[in-house]
């Protein structure tokens, strides 16, 4: 919890909505336009942080996602062998007339 109190968005955000609240309250005129302005540069700046946070995770999950591909080359390559093994067995026969590899009990 003592994160979201340190974030730069969080307080962003509450800087935001109080100085609203503030003037609202203290009954300042403010124009409408300037209102949507500080929202929307708010929004920006948290939505820009929020990409640059995003980046520092991304770094993480590349890492992540590099090992995951390697695992899977390695289970490809195995699966490939078995193949290759079963394949060069002398267990199989062409099928008449289908050109496919079928077990001996399945020809007629």
Do not use: C, H
């Not at 307080?11 to 503030?22: K, L, N």
């Not at 309250?25 to 990409?51: K, R």
Request: charged share 20%; no cysteine; proline share 3%.
């Amino acid at each position: 919890m003592n994160a979201k109190f340190k974030s730069r968005k969080f307080w962003i955000a509450v800087g935001t909505v109080f100085s609203i609240a503030i003037s609202e309250w203290l009954g300042v005129d403010v124009a409408p336009e300037a209102i949507a302005g500080l929202v929307v540069a708010a929004s920006s700046y948290m939505f820009a942080q929020g990409i640059v946070d995003k980046g520092v995770v991304s770094k993480q999950v590349a890492v992540a996602g590099d090992t995951a591909r390697l695992q899977m080359q390695l289970y490809i390559a195995n699966l490939e062998a078995e193949l290759a093994d079963l394949v060069s067995d002398d267990n199989w026969e062409q099928a008449p007339d289908q050109g496919l590899a079928v077990a001996p009990e399945l020809v007629e």
